[in-house]
Nanobody, 121 residues
Framework: QVQLVESGGGLAQPGQFLRLSCVAS????????WAWYRQGPGDQRDEIAR???????IYAPSVQGRFTINRNDDKNSVSLQMHNLKVEDTAVYYC???????????????WGQGTQVTVSS
């Protein structure tokens, strides 16, 4: 079984910085793509950043230029650096990993428990 544990959410003022982290534990062969999603009150869960195994990144327009996703394959982890936070960034943030449980196996999708980010003055 694979578990994703997130940390780093909290309260910030507009314009400030927060960093989220997510660590994978358990038994698996390899972590493929990582992604961060967020879900605001009354909204659907949307993908905002993705990082592929080779390091290529994809961002939603709403966070492009402000957020940075990084992965550390030695530590089975991913981070999201959030600069210049805005009130509309308020949401529960979820990490997501495509995990290959064994060599040659298809990937399985796992989620973190979510961490609240609130941006308010």
């Amino acid at each position: 079984q694979v578990q994703l544990v997130e940390s780093g959410g909290g309260l910030a003022q507009p314009g400030q910085f927060l960093r989220l982290s997510c660590v994978a534990s358990g038994t698996f062969y390899r972590l493929d793509a990582w992604a961060w999603y967020r879900q605001g009150p009354g909204d659907q869960r949307d993908e905002i950043a993705r990082i592929l195994p080779g390091g290529a990144t994809i961002y939603a327009p709403s966070v492009q230029g402000r957020f940075t996703i990084n992965r550390n394959d030695d530590k089975n982890s991913v981070s999201l650096q959030m600069h210049n936070l805005k009130v509309e960034d308020t949401a529960v943030y979820y990490c997501n990993a495509n995990v290959r449980l064994a060599f040659g196996a298809a990937t399985s999708n796992y989620w973190g428990q979510g961490t609240q980010v609130t941006v308010s003055s």
